[in-house]
């Protein structure tokens, strides 16, 4: 019996295996029988790291060993905190908020003359080719003063 | 060497501070290959594994002064250092898949298990491989951080950043998940073979 049959016995039969039938609980208690006093999750876990072992890789120790000598080597000019996540995320952050600033500064330079349209349009004034204003001041207005 | 390995782990992370490539060495003889384990089977890929493993052990050339021997266990700081990087690691991957430049996909393990069908043993070490891969990244940490780092309660609850209590409950539903698979699987190979 393998520890997956074990486990689809007990789904099948329940927690007690005393309560199993009689050829599965014979089964079952040969296959516990190695580890009878043991924790059943430490059996799981056991299984676990049986299962997740890796090939070993004997050149794991020259590799950091190399990583190490090259970055002692060549210093690096660029700040730590610039390369890492954190760095990297405040520069595109500063950046963001700059194009922003920019942005409205240019936009603002653009309200002026459009203020000027709208204000020629409000008052039924024929908006001049060259550009200039096209508000122009009543004479009667003038004489008034 | 000899000398250096049979040191402890907070004497071989005191010498490596001081600069000690030997202690380093040592270090990396006692710890690599279960850190390495945990990083590839958490990641599910070899060759990202394989660069997480260097980074934390050049991290601990770097930093290793600033270990604190008072405050944990050094197996439970290396640990710490090998999650946050494993966790950074995913980040990096889900960005680079999410913009298409990477077509590299979680080991497909339900595979594994049908290559290496030689005996029922080796099956069923795949079988649990692909159960692995297959649980949640939190319950596959903490089953991992357990079976493969040894770590106890505390200590995993130290290196995920969660309580002891939320560990537990992670660690429940893993192996609960896990033996799911297995029973699963036997009951697939059963209809099968019928």
Same mark, same amino acid.
């Given at each position: ?145 | ?72 266990? #050094? ?14 690691? %995913?980040? &990096? $991957? *889900? =960005? +680079? ?59 995993? #609850? ?14 429940? %539903?893993? &192996? $609960? *998940? =896990? +033996? ?15």
């Amino acid at each position: 019996m393998t520890r997956a049959e074990f486990e689809k016995n007990r789904r099948r039969f329940g927690d007690d295996i005393e309560a199993w039938p009689a050829p599965f609980r014979r089964q079952a208690l040969e296959f516990l029988a190695p580890q009878a006093n043991a924790d059943p999750d430490d059996v799981l876990d056991g299984l676990v790291r049986e299962a997740a072992l890796v090939e070993e890789d004997g050149a794991l120790a020259r590799k950091v060993m190399a990583r190490i000598d090259r970055s002692a080597a060549r210093p690096s000019l660029v700040p730590s905190f610039l390369v890492a996540p954190a760095g990297i995320a405040a520069c595109a952050a500063a950046v963001l908020v700059a194009a922003t600033v920019a942005g409205y500064q240019v936009a603002r330079l653009e309200d002026q003359p459009q203020d000027s349209e709208l204000l020629a349009l409000a008052s039924g004034e024929r908006l001049p080719d060259d550009g200039s204003s096209a508000i122009i001041p009543d004479p009667g207005e003038e004489d008034s003063l | 060497m000899a000398d250096e390995a049979s040191r402890g782990d907070d004497e071989l992370l005191a010498r490596i501070a001081a600069g000690s490539q030997a202690a380093l060495s040592a270090l990396m003889a006692r710890h690599g290959r279960g850190l390495r384990t945990f990083a590839a089977r958490y990641l599910g890929h070899a060759a990202d594994a394989e660069d997480v493993v260097q980074e934390v052990l050049v991290t601990v050339w770097k930093q290793a002064a600033r270990f604190d021997p008072e405050k944990g266990r #050094a197996s439970t700081w290396l640990y710490r250092i090998t999650v946050n990087r494993c966790i950074d690691q %995913r980040r &990096r $991957r *889900a =960005l +680079r898949n999410f913009f298409g430049l990477d077509d590299l996909v979680e080991e497909p393990a339900a595979q594994e298990a049908d290559a290496e069908a030689a005996t029922a043993a080796k099956q069923e070490l795949a079988i649990v491989r692909d159960g692995l891969s297959r649980l949640p990244a939190r319950q596959r940490m903490a089953l991992l951080l357990r079976a493969v780092g040894e770590l106890d309660i505390g200590a995993i #609850a130290e290196v995920m950043g969660a309580s002891a209590g939320s560990v537990e409950q992670l660690l429940v %539903r893993g &192996r $609960r *998940a =896990l +033996r799911d698979h297995l029973a699963d699987a036997a009951a697939g190979r059963e209809r099968k073979s019928s």
